[in-house]
């Protein structure tokens, strides 16, 4: 993989679709060090970029590739568990020599050349490490940037557990280098809209408990869309909301996309698969964190996502 990396003069950077502060993280990291080994950068997104948290990277990366691919240039895909995930990339991917860096479970290895890490927490811890790797100095702009992507991948730290203690050690790295919690823990969960906060007030209001308690489920229907947008759609903290509720061990946020496309995401606080309950609705995701969309009304996939979760043995 090291090798991989200084061989080309070129190097192409994809992540994926309706991108996170993860991926797009990475490839600003990555591609500030492969600049600083004299390489040529060129980052690629095909968005959109909803995430508030996000919106400010939209203008470094670029919507389409060049009519003509330079011979010595190489792809490197990050934080995307299926070529697909690249969106209007993929064919582009697969005519390139490729890197992957990944941390997702789900979907069939590809690229020529991998680092898998299914057990870590974000892609920038990986892209931290390869930095690390190559004795390569990180610069203040470069930690704050590795930070917030491990930031937004872990929940501010709330995702991580007993036994990830080189997690914070590699956090420890980068706020010496000058990263700070508080600029990224502002930059993550402020500057939202009064929309955002109402629907997610609506949102709560309709949540209903399911399994004697132990799951919850709520939605969003089109005219929700309609009256707040899509933009005010505050995921992260929902769950957070909800999973905090006494008994509740899993949840459900179902949401109406268009008349015909619905998309589920799972949040679980125990030791349930939702991961395995995403992959078998045709989505993929983590353990503990999953989703996937499904061409189904509203109405119909709440239904399905009920019968799943009122049927679901209790883990501890
Ligand atoms: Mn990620």
Request: include cysteine; hydrophobic fraction near 40%.
């Amino acid at each position: 993989m090291l090798r991989f990396l200084r061989d080309y003069e070129t190097y192409f950077l994809f992540s994926h679709i309706e991108p996170d502060g993860d991926c797009l993280c990475s490839s600003a990291a990555l591609g500030r060090f492969l600049q600083a080994q004299g390489k040529q950068v060129f980052h690629f997104n095909e968005g959109p970029f909803i995430r508030v948290e996000v919106k400010s990277y939209q203008e470094d990366f670029l919507s389409s590739v060049p009519e003509t691919i330079p011979a010595d240039a190489a792809a490197v895909v990050l934080d995307c568990s299926t070529p697909e995930r690249v969106g209007i990339f993929a064919d582009t991917v697969s005519t390139m020599p490729s890197l992957v860096i990944d941390h997702h479970r789900t979907g069939d290895p590809f690229g020529d050349v991998t680092y898998i890490e299914s057990d870590a927490p974000s892609t920038t811890l990986l892209i931290q490490f390869i930095i690390e790797a190559f004795h390569a100095p990180i610069e203040r702009d470069v930690a704050e940037l590795l930070l917030f992507g491990l930031c937004t991948d872990t929940g501010f730290f709330r995702h991580l557990t007993d036994g990830q203690g080189a997690v914070f050690a590699a956090v420890g790295r980068l706020v010496n280098q000058g990263a700070s919690p508080k600029a990224a823990h502002a930059r993550m969960f402020g500057g939202r809209t009064m929309a955002s906060r109402r629907l997610l007030a609506r949102l709560i209001e309709r949540a209903r408990e399911l399994n004697a308690g132990r799951c919850m489920i709520t939605f969003e229907n089109l005219d929700d869309i309609a009256e707040f947008g899509k933009e005010s759609r505050d995921s992260d903290l929902l769950y957070q909301l909800l999973l905090g509720t006494q008994h509740c061990s899993v949840i459900a946020l179902v949401r109406a996309e268009s008349p015909s496309l619905t998309s589920i995401s799972f949040r679980a606080r125990d030791n349930t698969d939702v991961g395995s309950i995403a992959r078998s609705l045709g989505g993929g995701g983590h353990r503990a964190a999953a989703g996937c969309q499904v061409e189904q009304p509203l109405a119909a996939a709440l239904r399905t996502t009920e019968a799943i979760l009122s049927q679901l043995e209790t883990q501890s």
